[in-house]
T-cell receptor
Framework: RKEVEQDPGPFNVPEGATVAFNCTYS??????FFWYRQDCRKEPKLLMS???SGNEDGRFTAQLNRASQYISLLIRDSKLSDSATYLC?????????????FGKGTKLSVKP | DTGVSQNPRHKITKRGQNVTFRCDPI?????LYWYRQTLGQGPEFLTY????????KSRLLSDRFSAERPKGSFSTLEIQRTEQGDSAMYLC???????????????FGNGTRLTVT
């Protein structure tokens, strides 16, 4: 099993749609989880951290399921500007050991 | 500009040459990471430092790659005897690790794009 796995997509959705991405991770000891957004030919930028209790930031909701070892990202009311690649990031070794591993990313394309 | 700074932005080199990249992290950040990214892939972890100590190095990293952070501030990544397969975007990121048992988010630089001909 790969350390961090994501469906590469692409997810093609109309404006206003709700879309969800999942990301699975292999190490049950992992403690830190993030979602990053990367636009074409740009560096990744933090979208949101993922907390055990789940968290929401405007149209974006992130959840963690430790039992099944996955995190999810839900985007409501999609905008054209949401088109990007969404990267899941997991601390592979757990604790604060700093080995932050990225998934390959899920590409989202929001159409008018 | 107080973000992460990388230079050069682009580097074209011939196979077999050595190249060195520099990263200046956000000044108060104690962790510094190097990643490599190729088209259609996520960033691949190479190595990271906490202050001047190199704490982790990817098993995938060949011995042609070496990174340093001598004073716990800027870092350099050197690739010796470059190969065409080294062509990629090299990303540097920094973070401020302050919470026990938890990682802080990474802040990335714009990257150095390496092309080996």
């Amino acid at each position: 099993r790969k350390e961090v796995e994501q469906d590469p997509g692409p997810f093609n959705v109309p404006e206003g749609a709700t879309v969800a991405f999942n990301c699975t991770y292999s190490n049950s000891a992992s403690q830190s989880f993030f979602w990053y957004r990367q636009d074409c030919r740009k560096e990744p930028k933090l979208l949101m951290s993922v907390y055990s209790s789940g968290n929401e930031d405007g149209r974006f909701t992130a959840q963690l399921n430790r039992a099944s070892q996955y995190i999810s990202l839900l985007i409501r009311d999609s905008k054209l500007s949401d088109s990007a690649t969404y990267l899941c990031v997991v601390n592979h070794y757990g604790g604060s050991q700093g080995n932050l591993i990225f998934g390959k990313g899920t590409k989202l394309s929001v159409k008018p | 500009d107080t973000g992460v700074s990388q230079n050069p932005r682009h580097k074209i080199t011939k196979r077999g040459q050595n190249v060195t990249f520099r990263c200046d992290p956000i000044s108060e950040h104690n962790r510094l990471y190097w990643y490599r990214q190729t088209l259609g892939q996520g960033p691949e972890f190479l190595t990271y430092f906490q202050n001047e100590a190199q704490l982790e190095k990817s098993r995938l990293l060949s011995d042609r790659f070496s990174a340093e952070r001598p004073k716990g501030s800027f870092s350099t990544l050197e690739i010796q005897r470059t190969e065409q397969g080294d062509s990629a975007m090299y990303l540097c990121a920094s973070s401020l690790a302050i919470r026990v048992g938890e990682d802080s988010p990474l802040h990335f630089g714009n990257g150095t794009r390496l092309t080996v001909t």
